[in-house]
């Protein structure tokens, strides 16, 4: 069976590049009907916290990559890693190193002065060993004999064939002074256990993946294929942090970006059919490949993200948007009541102008809690001549059909009358009832708003226009 994984650490947020290698890995197990899995490493405690394993779940619930099986934590599995050590200890496959920080640190000097790559000199291999004595008080860690002659070669599913020699590697620590595994001993311990078939991850790991295949042969398990995935870059080429803008995938979803279009959006990077842009979930399962993955960075531009997010926004249904919006209000902590008027209809009337959820969600408000103008916009739109006009547009109001149609009548017939362009009467009824010159058709606005509420909104503006 094909099985993947998405293996983050708990150490901070679930960011753009490893929400991209979730889709990834999980579109590839719905692709082959296998499984996906979700595996927390959180071995660092100093570094991994409980915050960030619940903002990893929640990050993965909002973009539907919902593992198809419960989470697994490293930290519930140190018993079994101390047993694949133990076994590599049997077969002289790992030893103890005695070093100290401080023994390290000079031989990484030394060798970084003569011009070397800095990397353990295998000191305490046993066969290197020349009756050195155990020193006290030094909690030994555990390192992996790596082969010293040969080359570790895999064929990626993304970059092809690769073969790095064992003369570049060293002898890594598998173990800590702690007990703990590192992640490279952990990950392949894991893999195997859980008969991981596809590892697919960032390209940042092409180098600890000769070290991974050699203790997979070590343990006398079956190699996983591999698949890395180019490095997501900012628009300025630089590698993507949080100086190029969010990085978070919550700071997503609170910015206002729906989770179709933020996958659609992240699938991109990497990954193309064509000249095609705009995909659902359904079509990235039936369309994506690996072999469709190019080798060359992939940069993060937000303008083609907002472009996508508002086709999204448009395509998606008014009930669902309304939730969405009802889930904003109550997060900003406005208590409203979104049947009067019909929050439906507002989606409806406003969506076509929305790029985020969130601009939806500034432009629906204004539909219940109105905010007067301000003296500068009253100055601005409002003249002696403006204000009869008004007065006279707010009787014709009272005596039509509550039907756009009417009502975009009666704003022409108002134009007409006083001789005005129509924007000179639209413009400050906006202001009056909308409290804002910016909204969707006004013979729409003021339909859905109603006759009663648009109606007092004026009579409320009156008295202070009349008194310019």
């Known amino acids: 069976m094909i099985r993947t994984r998405f293996a983050p650490s708990p ?6 590049g490893g929400a991209r290698t979730a889709l990834y890995a999980w579109i590839f197990a719905k692709q082959k009907r296998g499984e996906f899995v979700l595996r927390i490493e959180d071995t660092d405690s100093q570094r991994s916290t409980e915050q960030s394993v619940n903002g990893i779940m929640e990050a993965m619930k909002w973009l539907g990559l919902i593992p198809d099986s419960q989470p697994v ?11 694949a050590a133990d076994h590599l200890i049997k077969t002289d496959q790992a030893y103890w190193c005695y070093c100290t920080p401080e ?9 970084k002065n003569r011009g070397l790559k800095p990397r353990y000199d295998g000191r305490w291999r046993p066969e290197n060993l020349k009756i050195k004595t155990v020193p006290d008080g030094i909690k030994p ?3 992996f004999k790596n082969p010293l002659a040969g080359s570790v070669k895999w064929n990626d599913l993304v970059k092809g064939p690769i073969e790095i020699a064992n003369a570049e590697l060293d002898d890594l620590v598998i ?7 590192t992640y490279n001993f952990g990950v392949v311990v894991d893999d195997a256990d859980m008969q991981i078939s596809h590892v697919i991850r960032g390209d940042d790991h092409v180098n600890n993946t000769p070290r991974q295949i050699n203790i997979f042969n070590a343990l006398d398990y079956s190699n996983p294929h591999f698949a890395h ?22 700071e997503f979803k609170k910015a206002g970006y729906l989770p179709s279009a933020f996958l659609n959006y992240v699938a991109r990077l990497g990954w193309g059919r064509g000249d095609a842009e705009k ?10 490949s690996l072999e469709g993955v190019g080798k060359a960075p992939a940069r993060f531009d937000t303008e083609k993200l907002d472009w996508l997010n508002k086709l999204h926004i448009k395509e998606t249904s008014d009930d669902e948007l309304a939730g969405s919006v009802r889930t904003i209000f109550t997060e900003w902590g406005k208590d409203v009541d979104t049947h009067d008027p019909p929050i439906i209809g507002l989606i409806a009337l406003l969506k076509d102008r929305a790029t985020l959820l969130t601009d939806l969600a500034k432009a629906a408000i204004k539909f219940y809690q109105y905010s007067f103008p301000s003296e500068d916009m009253i100055n601005q739109y409002f003249s002696e001549e403006i204000v009869v006009a008004m007065d006279y547009l707010r009787e014709e109001l009272d005596s039509i059909e509550w039907k756009k149609d009417e009502i975009g009548g009666v704003l022409k017939g108002t134009a007409k009358k006083y001789k005005k362009k129509f924007p000179e009467i639209a413009m400050p009824l906006r202001l009056m009832v909308m409290g804002t010159t910016d909204t969707p058709a006004l013979n729409a606005t003021l339909e859905i708003l109603g006759r009663s509420r648009v109606c007092k909104r004026i009579d409320d503006q009156m008295p202070r226009l009349k008194r310019l």
């Open 11 to 16: 150490t901070g947020h679930l960011h753009v």
């Open 73 to 83: 934590f490293q930290s519930k599995r140190l018993k079994r890693y101390q047993e």
């Open 103 to 111: 023994e390290l640190s000079e031989l990484r000097l030394e060798q």
């Open 141 to 143: 860690v555990l390192r």
């Open 175 to 181: 173990l800590r002074s702690d007990g703990t595994p």
């Open 229 to 250: 995935l180019p490095m997501i870059l900012g628009q300025d080429g630089e590698r993507l942090s949080k100086r190029h803008g969010a990085v978070s995938v919550l």
């Open 279 to 288: 995909f659902t979930v359904t079509e990235l399962v039936k369309w994506f």
